[in-house]
């Protein structure tokens, strides 16, 4: 039983890559078509020796971290960039743009009902699957 349990521990490790090339199909496509920068760093987590994801580090600084499929589950920018428009829901953009003007979106995670906004002055919020405002976190 605890040569199998450390058997488990070792096949768990954590391995870092350098290029996209470790990176699913659509996890490629994604920062190939929506970002200027180039992949820095990737890790890959694993957990019981299956990868459960991808945590990406771009040149300039973003991070996007990723399912195992490739779909991504959290982009974070550094406080001089932003968020590319894509990935921002309508009704997000509205309400940023009518209650925060001015406010660049720098980070951006999905959950399980919705979306974590981070706006660039430090206000976190979070909306519903389709971008509504739902509270102030």
């Not at 096949?11 to 090339?21: F, I, L, T």
């Not at 996890?27 to 180039?38: D, E, H, L, P, S």
């Not at 959950?111 to 981070?118: A, F, L, P, Q």
Request: glycine share 8%; with cysteine; charged share 25%.
């Amino acid at each position: 039983m605890m040569i199998a349990c450390a058997v488990g521990l070792v096949s768990a490790k954590d391995n870092y890559a350098h290029d996209a090339s470790v990176l699913p199909r659509p996890a490629q496509t994604m920062i190939k078509k929506n970002f200027k920068a180039r992949v820095g760093v990737v890790k890959i987590d694993k957990d019981f020796g299956r990868v459960s994801e991808y945590e990406v580090t771009l040149t300039n600084g973003s991070e996007i971290v990723f399912d195992r499929d490739g779909n991504w589950k959290d982009i974070e920018t550094n406080i001089d960039s932003q968020v590319p428009q894509t990935f921002i829901p309508a009704n997000t953009r509205s309400y940023i743009k009518a209650n925060h003007k001015g406010q660049r979106v720098v980070g951006i995670e999905k959950e399980r009902n919705g979306y974590e906004i981070t706006l660039s002055n430090g206000i976190d919020f979070k909306t519903d699957q389709n971008g509504n405002f739902v509270k102030y976190d």
